[in-house]
């Protein structure tokens, strides 16, 4: 069992800069990936950032360039720089690590205009 606990979610002004960040502790494997998944109001939850151990990420069209998905030295800690917000991004976001499918509690950053 992997327990995700996020912080950073809160207010934001387009424009604006936030970071998210997410701590995964339990049963962690060697090897794994985390991401950054959103979910809209009355949407589905969509992916936002990959990371994956050894280094690879990829980023959706909608983020590219704007947002950079990081993770400390001991790879149980991910974050989501978030710059240039949008009110578009407007949403929950949620942590996921694998190989466990764990999901944070997913922190609401609502950005106004």
């Known amino acids: 069992q992997v327990h995700l606990v996020e912080s950073g979610g809160g207010l934001a002004q387009a424009g604006g800069s936030l970071t998210l960040s997410c701590v995964a502790s339990g049963d962690i494997s060697e090897t794994n990936s985390m991401a950054w998944f959103r979910q809209h109001p009355g949407d589905e939850r969509d992916l936002v950032a990959i990371s994956i151990s050894g280094g690879a990420t990829h980023y959706v069209e909608a983020v590219r360039g704007r947002f950079t998905i990081s993770r400390d030295n001991t790879w149980n800690t991910v974050y989501l720089q978030m710059n240039s917000l949008k009110p578009a991004d407007t949403a929950v976001y949620y942590c996921?690590?694998?190989?466990?499918?764990?999901w944070g509690q997913g922190p609401q950053v609502p950005v106004s205009s």
């Open positions: 996921n690590y694998h190989p466990s499918n764990s």
